[in-house]
């Protein structure tokens, strides 16, 4: 019997590198990584190395030369070092959770929309299109408004009003995928309709999930941030970057660091997911493939 | 008609500009004025490259390295990019393998033809363009009311796109023509009006065509001249008679040895190994590896063309030594007894969404035997496959397997019934999922069936040895795999629970000759040692000959014609087989 690889002894076809690897060499996404990881340590360890506690009464309000203090105190006589240090732990930690939230249900309403196509992708698609269709900002504020704002109401709000826009990414990556020769292969075998969308289906649409995660990540961020600089936290005076901003404001010219330093980290840590979604994106796309980055 | 050279292509090399490897090399052809060349081999060969090169034009990351190439008088590769533009559907025109993708959807065809006419300044007034589209369109053997010109490409069926296409490429009278593969993906009927086109516009117009294809058959039918092309080099050429009758080098030798024959009942023969990608290729000649007659000798430099008589060439240092390839198949055609029914489909009707498009089918596949349904695109075989593997819900009528009634969808089948009938599908590039190892893929039907997946070990090995793959190959990728190997892939997963029925639909249409005879071989093969039934759909009326017991014709959704494949092909009683036969290009009838 003939066989195809007799002569192919020394053929070996290296594997393309996963798309994780792929992204990690393009100058980018490294930069990216490296906004992102410095951002989410101060938020983390930050509390922990903070010179003061984050409600604390440190001297007068918006006085610059403070010892003991590298930038001062802020309108209410705190030390702005140590508000900045507790107060990316909440936005950060509230974000993850919202994304996952709305990765999870987006993800599973996409995939199911495109696998059992025809009434169900439409009832789906349509109902999903309703929420789509308020501003997400808007949404926010009126469920928050009604309610009062507590955490887990900010989680599932700013979640639920991010599912919809990543259910429509999935259902397009999907949609290709569902039509694939393995997909009724599996059906032929009678594989459950559960384990045909989760084992066949998402595995092939994880690289615009990725990019996904990371621009959804990336808004969730801000969305929470303006939600407290809006005054909608759960503790008026919680240590908090959005709600730095807007306490801080007023004394702009006296007291620069209050809005700065909070300012700035916002800044460095949406740029930061920004780069790495944007490297995800560029090398499932082929944009940069076979290159160093530029 | 003057004998002078339409195209000349003088020791053409292309590189790939990242590392500088060779795609293709050492191209020198010539096709004078009405004659048409074919240029054969397999994907990846680079036939598209030296095609591309005539319009003077290289893929992203590709560029000429060194070579010239002449339409008429012209060299085409020293021109600045204005007067490229400026030569292409003028001097030399390009006909693309898929017609539907090539014409722009949102133009009627009309102002598609007069658009070229206009960009190349063809005619001085308008309406001197539109008599010459009414002339183009009649020498297409298209409508030539301006009805039909306000049509959209959708409103035209596939052959009269590629038709349209045609009258495109001819519309400015070009000298040079190159057309990629241009009937590949049309039924035979309509590629036979297609070829008579071409054959017609090269003649009468004294154009110089380069045709493009995998298809021997086509060749023969076709052209005057044959190029042989293999890892990038041009290994044979000559005339078609020439190459035929006497193929010089033992690549040749294979190809035509592989390639199935609607005029006789040939037993086609595969051959181990693939052609290296750009980079990866042996010193020396690069068929070496695969080469039964390769010596020290061959791995040293790449042949020099020599002489074979006539005016054909082989770059093969024994082309002139008479030694016999080994390609004649031992394996005796099998001696049939007829076997126990295993499938049978009694009055199955089926269609999509209320529209019937399979009327009152019945069948039997038989164990041991192989039943090949044939029939054009559109005609429903398709449909008949997918309602037997449980994958189409609308039918009506009855699908039996050992005389037990099936449900109409996989999921409503018991397991072993499930089991007991395996698909493979056409294209092994979609086929397999490509996130998971393809040990994963073949073993995944016995997890179903309830086995642990360390049980399933030893039978994936045991199945990848069935198939002639390695033991290695279960940790591998998809994408790791060349299509013929990707397709023994899925036979072996369809082989792993043991099933009594495979069900093959179309699956040799995306693999290469050799491959494909190969494949074909694994088939029979495990037919005869296993005594599965097989169901085996194609529109390939000559691999039928090759591989089916029996043959079922299908036209718009009716079986017509069923009997032993000898008699159906070699004798049809039906109007239709009778047309679809003699439409069949073929090798032997085209040599006679």
Request: aromatic fraction near 4%; include cysteine; charged fraction near 20%.
């Amino acid at each position: 019997m003939s066989s195809e690889n007799a002569g192919e002894a020394k053929f070996v076809d290296e594997r393309p590198p996963s798309l994780v690897r792929q992204a990690f060499r393009l100058r980018r996404t490294q930069i990216g990584a490296v906004l992102a990881l410095m951002l989410i340590s101060v938020a983390l360890i930050g509390p922990f190395l903070a010179p003061f506690g984050s409600t604390e009464y440190v001297d007068l309000p918006n006085t610059l030369s403070v010892p003991g203090t590298i930038f001062g105190t802020d309108y209410f006589g705190q030390d702005v070092l140590s508000r900045f240090l507790f107060g990316g732990r909440t936005i950060l930690i509230l974000a993850i959770l919202a994304t996952s939230i709305g990765i999870t249900l987006g993800t599973t309403l996409g995939l199911t929309a495109a696998y059992l196509r025809g009434r169900a992708d439409e009832a789906i698609m349509r109902a999903l299109d309703v929420v789509l269709s308020f501003p997400q900002v808007l949404l926010s504020l009126v469920v928050i408004s009604m309610f009062g704002p507590s955490n887990v109401l900010i989680i599932f709000t700013v979640g639920l009003s991010t599912t919809p826009r990543i259910a429509r990414i999935i259902r397009g990556a999907a949609i290709g995928v569902v039509e694939r020769d393995f997909i009724s292969a599996a059906e032929a075998l009678g594989e459950s309709r559960k384990r045909v969308v989760f084992a066949e289906v998402l595995p092939n649409v994880t690289s615009s999930l990725l990019v996904e995660m990371n621009l959804r990540l990336t808004y969730s961020v801000g969305l929470i941030a303006s939600l407290a600089f809006l005054g909608f936290t759960p503790e008026p005076n919680a240590a908090n970057w959005g709600l730095m901003i807007q306490e801080n404001r007023v004394a702009l010219t006296e007291q620069p660091w209050g809005v700065i330093l909070p300012t700035t980290a916002l800044a460095l840590l949406t740029i930061g997911t920004g780069l790495i979604g944007d490297g995800f994106s560029r090398v499932s796309a082929g944009i940069d493939r076979g290159g160093k980055g530029e | 008609m003057s004998n002078a050279a339409g195209l000349r292509i003088v020791d053409l090399r292309l590189n790939v500009v990242a590392t500088g490897n060779d795609i293709v090399d050492e191209i020198n052809l010539t096709i004078e004025k009405g004659r048409v060349l074919g240029l054969v081999g397999e994907s990846g060969s680079g036939k598209t490259t030296v095609g591309l090169a005539v319009l003077s034009h290289a893929r992203r990351g590709v560029e000429v390295a060194h070579g010239q190439i002449f339409c008429g008088d012209t060299e085409v590769l020293g021109l600045d990019s204005e007067a490229k533009r400026k030569i292409r559907g003028g001097l030399v025109s390009y006909v693309p393998q898929d017609p539907a993708s090539s014409l722009n959807p949102a133009l009627r065809i009309g102002l598609q033809l007069l658009e070229v006419l206009e960009a190349h300044n063809f005619g001085g007034s308008d309406e001197a363009r539109k008599a010459r589209i009414k002339e183009m369109m009649a020498e297409v053997l298209l409508p030539t009311d301006d009805e039909y010109l306000e049509r959209y490409p959708h409103q035209l069926s596939g052959g009269q796109q590629q038709r349209v296409g045609l009258a495109m490429a001819f519309a400015c009278r070009p000298s040079v023509i190159v057309l990629d593969e241009p009937t590949t993906g049309l039924d035979v009927s309509t590629q036979e009006h297609v070829l008579k086109t071409i054959r017609q516009l090269t003649r009468d117009h004294g154009v110089a065509a380069l045709y493009i294809t995998h298809d021997l058959a086509v060749i023969a039918d076709l052209a005057d001249d044959v190029a042989v092309m293999y890892s990038g080099r041009v290994v044979e050429q000559g005339e078609v008679s020439e190459i035929f009758k006497n193929p010089a080098h033992p690549y040749t030798r294979h190809l035509v040895a592989a390639a199935p024959d609607i005029a006789s009942k040939k037993s086609i023969v595969g051959l181990a190994g693939r052609a290296q990608s750009p980079g990866k290729r042996p010193v020396g000649c690069a068929f070496a590896p695969r080469c039964e007659l390769a010596e020290d000798a061959c791995r040293v430099e790449f042949p020099k063309m020599v002489s074979v008589g006539g005016r054909q060439t082989a770059a093969c240092i024994k082309a002139n030594q008479k030694v016999a390839v080994s390609v004649a198949s031992s394996k005796a055609m099998s001696t049939r007894t007829r076997g126990e029914p295993a499938v049978e489909l009694v009055s199955v009707s089926a269609g999509y969404s209320g529209n019937t498009v399979v009327h009152d089918v019945s069948l039997t596949v038989r164990k041991g035997e192989c039943l090949a349904l044939v029939g054009e695109s559109g005609s429903g075989k398709t449909t008949v496959s997918r309602a037997i593997g449980g994958l189409h819900r609308e039918w009506t009528g009855s699908i039996r397997l050992n005389g037990r009634e099936l449900k109409p969808m996989a999921r409503q089948r018991a397991i072993a019934d499930r089991l007991a009938i395996q698909y493979v599908f056409q294209n092994p590039y979609g086929s397999l999922n490509p996130r998971r190892t393809v040990g994963d893929s073949i073993a995944r039907p016995l997890v179903v069936d309830g086995k642990s997946k360390s049980g399933a070990r030893q039978v994936v090995l045991d199945v990848l040895d069935k198939v002639s793959l390695p033991g290695s190959y279960a940790n591998k990728y998809p994408d790791q795999l060349s299509g013929g190997e990707r397709q023994r892939i899925a036979i072996a997963r369809a082989l792993v629970s043991e099933p009594e029925v495979l069900v093959c639909d179309e699956v040799t249409s995306a693999l290469d000759v050799l491959v494909q005879a190969a494949i074909v071989d694994l088939l029979g093969d495990l037919r005869r040692q296993l005594g599965l039934a097989m169901l085996f759909v194609t529109h390939n009326l000559p691999l039928v000959r090759s591989i089916a017991d029996e043959v079922a014709v299908m036209s718009e959704g009716r079986i017509v014609e069923v009997g032993p494949s000898e008699s159906v092909i070699g004798n049809p009683q039906q109007q239709y087989t009778q047309s679809l036969i003699s439409a069949t290009p073929s090798i032997e009838r085209s040599m006679r």
